[in-house]
C-alpha cells in the first residue's frame, strides 16, 4: 500500500512531463501484481522487460472485467461498479479499492478541461442510471452536485419541466446539463427553446434500448438546432476505467494528462494504426492504479494526437455500452 499511496499522491503531477516513465513503472509493477494482466502478458510471450516505451505495452481486452476479478494485488474493494449492459448480458465489474481515489480522479479530469465542478449549477438528465445499482457516472454526478456552489443543482429523473424552468431561472449561472442521449432527446421533443449562453449541454450517450440508435453528428444536430447551442458537449468514460475525456463539440475527445489513447488494426490486435486510420482503441488510464491501467477497449475510433481522438463506432456483436453513443 505502500507503493500505491506514492503513487497515487505524485500521479496527476508526474504525467504531465513523465508519462513515459510512469507508464512503465506501473506497467512493471501491474504485470507482476495483476493476475489476470500477468496471465495475459505471459500468454503473448512478451518479455516485460524489453517494453521500453508506453506505446509497446500489451492492452488486455476489456471483456476480462466480465470474467476476472482484475483486481492489482489484494484488498477489498470500496465499491464495485458494474456496466449497464443488455438484458441478460454478462456485465463487467470494476473493483475499486477506496471510492476516495475514483473520486479525486474524475474531479482532476473534468477540472483539466472546464476547471472546478464547484463552479457550476449541475442539472442531471440520467434516468437510465438512476434506475440501476453499481452506476459509477451517478457517483460522478453525485459528487458534482454535492460539490456545485449552486444548492439547485440536482437530479430530474424524469421532470423534465422542472429541469427547464431551473435553467430559466437561473440563467446567469454557469450550468451543465448532463444526459443520457435518449433522454436529452426526448428534452428536445418536448421543450425545444434557447438556453442561453451559460448553459453547456453534455451528453454521456446510450439509447439503452428508448430509441432508435443514431451517430453522434445526428444526434448533436438535433440539440443544437433544438436548443440554438453553438455546439454539443461530450463524455467518453465507461465502467472499466477511473478517468473521462471530454468533447467540448465535433465529436473530438480530450484526454487528461495521465491518459493516452492508441489505434490497434482489427484484424491485427498486436499490430497499431497510424494518425488518420480507424482502429480499435486501446487506452492507458494510468489511474487505474488498484485494476488494470492498459486496456483494449471495443470502439472503434480515429486519433487526432496522443490525447485527441474520435469515437467511430463499435466492434460487431459488442455489447451496447451505456456511457457511449456507438454505431458506425
Not at 470474467?67 to 448480458?89: C, D, L, P, Q, R
Not at 449541454?201 to 440554438?228: C, D, N
Request: charge should be negative.
Amino acid at each position: 500500500m505502500i507503493y500505491y499511496t506514492t503513487f497515487k499522491d505524485t500521479l496527476f503531477e508526474r504525467s504531465k512531463g513523465q508519462f513515459n516513465e510512469v507508464a512503465l513503472e506501473l506497467f512493471r509493477y501491474q504485470v507482476v501484481h495483476c493476475e489476470p494482466y500477468r496471465r495475459f502478458v505471459e500468454g503473448l510471450k512478451i518479455n516485460p522487460a524489453e517494453i521500453q516505451h508506453w506505446t509497446d505495452i500489451p492492452h488486455l481486452p476489456i471483456e476480462a472485467f466480465k470474467n476476472h476479478e482484475v483486481k492489482t494485488g489484494n484488498f477489498e474493494a470500496e465499491v464495485v461498479y458494474t456496466s449497464s449492459g443488455t438484458t441478460g448480458s454478462n456485465t463487467s465489474k470494476h473493483f475499486v479499492a477506496h471510492k476516495s481515489w475514483y473520486e479525486r480522479v474524475f474531479t482532476e479530469a473534468f477540472k483539466e478541461s472546464y476547471g472546478s465542478p464547484d463552479n457550476y449549477q449541475w442539472l442531471c438528465l440520467l434516468p437510465s442510471y438512476l434506475e440501476r445499482k453499481g452506476s459509477s457516472l451517478i457517483d460522478m454526478a453525485a459528487q458534482f452536485i454535492e460539490q456545485s456552489k449552486v444548492g439547485s443543482s440536482g437530479f430530474y429523473l424524469d421532470n423534465m419541466n422542472a429541469l427547464m424552468d431551473q435553467v430559466q431561472k437561473t440563467a446567469d449561472l454557469p450550468t451543465v446539463i448532463l444526459g443520457v442521449s435518449f433522454a436529452l432527446l426526448d428534452l428536445a421533443e418536448s421543450h425545444s427553446q434557447a438556453l442561453g449562453p451559460n448553459v453547456i449541454m453534455m451528453e454521456t450517450g446510450g439509447m439503452k434500448g428508448r430509441r432508435k440508435e443514431m451517430i453522434r453528428a445526428e444526434l448533436h444536430e438535433v440539440l443544437t438546432t433544438s436548443f440554438h447551442l453553438p455546439g454539443i458537449h461530450s463524455e467518453y468514460g465507461m465502467t472499466e476505467l477511473m478517468s473521462q475525456a471530454y468533447s467540448k463539440g465535433g465529436g473530438i475527445y480530450t484526454s487528461p494528462s495521465w491518459m493516452r489513447v492508441s489505434l490497434r488494426d482489427p484484424a491485427d490486435p498486436l499490430s497499431t494504426v497510424r494518425l488518420g486510420k480507424t482502429g480499435g482503441i486501446n487506452i492507458i488510464d494510468l489511474a487505474n492504479v488498484d485494476s488494470c491501467a492498459f486496456l483494449a477497449t471495443q470502439d472503434l475510433g480515429r486519433l487526432h494526437s496522443e490525447t485527441t481522438f474520435e469515437v467511430l463506432g463499435r466492434f460487431d456483436n459488442s455489447d451496447i455500452r451505456g456511457c457511449n453513443l456507438m454505431v458506425v
